[in-house]
């Protein structure tokens, strides 16, 4: 498939995206077991992952935001994250579970679940769709992970490059 001047190959196609989000609202089923459970998604990247995944979780679930930034170049997390948008719901004595698009360095996701932890959530874990483990800085525990991706730049299904992308219904590789 070519985009523009973006060549981008699919990596993980929209049929397998389906049969992993069934599978991940199953394990959180299993584990929570009826409990009202808050989910917290990651903006922006999250937000086509969660809508999939919460209709697929059989639990009284509510839903929040949270939008993170960190600066430095588009591609690189320069490890100073702060919270652009913050919660609206109160997070003390929760089951919290994290929706998170990619961990890539670990930066981010681990930020955010220092961040929540000083809330104290009665239980705090993370579901995220895609690891990218060669990048990792910082050791981060996925609850619940959809795919481990390789070290290439991935978008669509919520993951954008430059804000472009998101769109795609599966998830692309982009090669240059
Ligand atoms: P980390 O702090 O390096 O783990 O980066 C996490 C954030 O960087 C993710 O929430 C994404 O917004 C962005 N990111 C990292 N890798 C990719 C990628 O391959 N595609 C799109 N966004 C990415």
Excluded at 30 to 42: A, E, F, N, Q, S
Excluded at 72 to 98: C, F, I, Y
Aim: glycine content about 6%; some cysteine.
């Amino acid at each position: 498939m070519s985009h523009r001047k973006h060549r981008l190959e699919v990596l993980i196609s929209r049929e397998e995206i389906s049969q992993v989000v069934t599978r991940l609202a199953s394990e959180i089923n299993r584990d929570y077991r009826g409990k009202p459970l808050l989910l917290i998604g990651v903006l922006k990247g999250a937000f086509v992952f969660m809508a999939d995944l919460v209709r697929q979780l059989g639990l009284p679930v509510e839903v929040d935001f949270i939008r993170l930034s960190s600066y430095g170049a588009a591609r690189e997390s320069s490890g100073r994250v702060k919270v652009v948008q913050g919660l609206k719901t109160p997070v003390e004595g929760r089951d919290v579970l994290v929706i998170e698009d990619i961990v890539d360095t670990g930066i981010t996701i681990s930020f955010l679940l220092d961040y929540l932890r000083r809330k104290k959530p009665a239980s705090l874990k993370l579901c995220a769709l895609t690891d990218k483990p060669s990048r990792r800085q910082v050791t981060v525990s996925i609850d619940y992970l959809g795919f481990t991706v390789p070290d290439k730049f991935v978008v669509g299904y919520g993951l954008d490059f430059d804000e472009k992308f998101r769109y795609l219904p599966d998830i692309c590789s982009m090669e240059n």
